[in-house]
């Protein structure tokens, strides 16, 4: 198995990561059928080799932006949220990464400080309770800073359907089509059969008598 299918499964089946604030948006673009039975089960598939071959049609693709420390689990349970209101029968990854969009600076709790080695004399509280201090040439001391990398999830998906479930929408949807034509051929029957209304007849003879005038 390669790292990448590797790190698929890790990731989506991991449970016990960190919950980040942040959410997750889904970009969907494809067609809509209607909902199975609500206890069918939605597969998913890591990559397209885990695929089983001839079974599934691509129906639509999604876009899925997340924080980088969003739990995996939360997220695959969002997708196959979606693709049961579309429809789908599966889902199958196309992509997963993580983008880096920049850092943060994160001050170190308690007494670590930066600044020269001198006398620091305390000089009040800060909001989360830690000292304010300055040393010998009054200037106040900074709290030690670690520098944390900032990621978002990049994730592809396809939503797929059944062959079979894909040949009965297929077969209904001709259906509607051939009882849209008979119907428009009824009603064009029905409108030919119609008596002619004498005054309409009244205006054209009078619309001719004037076009011979002229």
Given at each position: ?214
């Amino acid at each position: 198995m390669s790292s990448y299918r590797l790190f698929l499964r890790t990731a989506f089946s991991l449970l016990g990561i960190m919950f980040f604030a942040g959410c997750v948006n889904i970009n969907y673009v494809g067609q809509e059928y209607a909902q199975r039975n609500p206890d069918a089960e939605i597969m998913f598939y890591n990559s397209r080799d885990d695929v089983p071959k001839n079974t599934y049609r691509i129906i639509g693709r999604a876009n899925i932006d997340a924080p980088g420390g969003y739990n995996p689990a939360e997220i695959k349970k969002k997708i196959l949220k979606k693709a049961r209101a579309c429809g789908a029968d599966a889902v199958e990854v196309v992509e997963f990464k993580r983008e880096k969009t920049g850092e943060q600076k994160i001050s170190s709790p308690g007494n670590e400080y930066d600044g020269v080695v001198g006398t620091w004399a305390n000089n009040g509280v800060r909001s989360d309770g830690s000292p304010i201090y300055v040393d010998s040439f009054d200037k106040t001391v900074p709290l030690k800073q670690s520098v944390h990398e900032t990621f978002e999830l990049k994730i592809k998906v396809f939503f797929l359907i059944s062959n079979e479930r894909f040949q009965e929408f297929q077969k209904q949807a001709a259906e509607e089509q051939q009882k849209d034509r008979a119907r428009e051929r009824m009603e064009r029957d029905i409108e030919s059969k119609k008596p002619v209304d004498k005054r309409e007849l009244e205006m054209l003879d009078v619309a001719k008598s004037v076009q011979a005038d002229l």
